[in-house]
């Protein structure tokens, strides 16, 4: 049977909200189920914030940068380690990125570095238009330092933390409450899923009532189709919503979850030459993905020589996201950094780490793992 990376995990729950929703007739785009679980997610983020369901966490991202006035000739400033997804917004608007490395000690944007450009920026009369740090791997960003360089520099931060609902920064507060806005993504394999989706968490009232606006085709007040804009067909389904419902309900179970899988792996393959992702004191991270790195001079095999190894035995592993200042798509975009994101990404893993994964399963996994090293002698 086939270990999978992270795949969804239903709870049961889940059946009932959306039994709830076919009964109330409300299949259509919006209804109550969608009301309730943006409500959810407020509540469960503790925070004074709007919430709008959306068709993804990469709708979230260009509701968000249109919003904050991001167009051409303008510059974002984000993570170079993210997802595609997490970037293509910025060409979406016609704007260009400039992309940062990672802290090594917590591996999200390098603040340090982020301060130093934005000064030599202010003094060119160069500031991006926005700031989108990634919260990588479920761990938070450092918000603190970053909405500080926001408030000074007069530029809109947009977090993205399509990895981190569940996880919580210094002083128990929770990932998706950052800067101007959040974006939160329901992908099938995040921690959890309304089958496809994403929202925009924000504290701004008119940011939330604008995202609501565009994301349902940007109609003005009229009885008849009026437009003064373009719009989108963005907002989340409302029998999606009905899943997210039932998944709210299990959320912080299934965080537990996976910090536990995490520290059983860090337990069994510690060893010279491997590396778990670091968490700062202070947070609290999902640990979404297991993520490691493989030395090869201490170990003897490569990132590659595990995961192939385990696809032989139709278990999924998968490398650190690639660094985008790396992909031929952004070749030549500047990119400020000392290659921190670059050998994470030479030798990083992120090994099987869903919730509903077995202590067997996950035995095997670190089994074969071990073999494979105690056979290269280490």
């Known amino acids: 049977m086939r270990i999978y990376l992270s795949r969804p995990h239903m709870s049961g729950r889940e059946e009932q909200r959306v039994a709830e929703a076919f009964a109330?007739?409300?299949?259509?785009?919006?209804?109550?189920?969608?009301?309730?679980?943006?409500?959810?997610?407020?509540?469960?983020?503790?925070?004074?914030?709007?919430?709008?369901?959306?068709s993804s966490g990469s709708?979230?991202?260009?509701?968000?940068?249109?919003?904050?006035?991001?167009?051409?000739?303008?510059?974002?400033?984000?993570?170079s380690m993210t997802f595609a997804g997490g970037i293509f917004p910025v060409n979406y608007l016609g704007a260009s990125p400039r992309f940062f490395d990672l802290d090594p000690a917590s591996w999200t944007l390098d603040t340090a570095r982020l301060a130093e450009e934005l000064a030599k920026a202010?003094?060119?009369?160069?500031?991006?238009?926005?700031?989108?740090?990634?919260?990588?791997?479920?761990?938070?960003?450092?918000?603190?330092?970053?909405?500080?360089?926001?408030?000074?520099?007069?530029?809109?931060?947009?977090?993205?933390?399509?990895?981190s609902l569940g996880a919580s920064y210094k002083n128990g507060r929770k990932a998706g409450t950052g800067g101007d806005a959040a974006i939160l993504s329901f992908n099938g394999n995040k921690i959890i899923t309304t089958s496809g989706g994403g929202m925009l968490v924000t504290r701004h009232k008119a940011w939330a009532e604008k995202a609501n606006f565009l994301a349902t085709q940007a109609r003005d007040p009229a009885p008849h189709y009026e437009h003064s804009t373009y719009g989108y067909n963005y907002r989340l389904s409302n029998i999606c919503a009905a899943i997210g419902l039932g998944q709210m309900e299990v959320l912080d179970i299934r965080v537990a979850r996976r910090r536990e899988i995490f520290a059983r792996y860090k337990s069994a393959l510690s060893r010279p030459g491997i590396a778990f992702m670091p968490e700062p004191?202070?947070?609290h991270t999902t640990r979404w993905l297991t993520a490691l790195t493989i030395d090869p001079t201490e170990t003897g095999v490569t990132r590659e020589d595990i995961r192939l190894m385990l696809l032989e035995h139709k278990i999924e592993g998968r490398p650190l996201w690639k660094p985008m200042h790396m992909q031929p798509l952004y070749a030549g975009a500047p990119y400020h950094g000392a290659g921190v994101d670059e050998r994470l990404f030479a030798n990083g893993l992120c090994l099987p780490s869903g919730s509903d994964m077995t202590d067997e399963q996950q035995d095997e996994v670190i089994g074969r793992v071990l073999d494979l090293l105690d056979a290269k002698g280490n």
Not at 59 to 79: C, F, K, N
């Open 59 to 79: 709708a979230a991202l260009h509701l968000a940068l249109r919003i904050a006035g991001v167009g051409p000739s303008d510059e974002v400033w984000i993570s």
């Open 281 to 283: 004191e202070g947070l």
């Open 24 to 54: 109330s007739n409300f299949v259509a785009p919006l209804g109550p189920q969608l009301d309730a679980f943006e409500a959810s997610v407020r509540d469960y983020l503790g925070a004074d914030v709007y919430c709008v369901g959306l």
């Open 122 to 163: 202010s003094s060119e009369n160069r500031l991006p238009k926005a700031i989108v740090p990634t919260d990588l791997y479920g761990q938070s960003a450092d918000l603190v330092p970053l909405e500080a360089l926001a408030e000074q520099y007069g530029v809109r931060l947009i977090v993205d933390s399509a990895e």
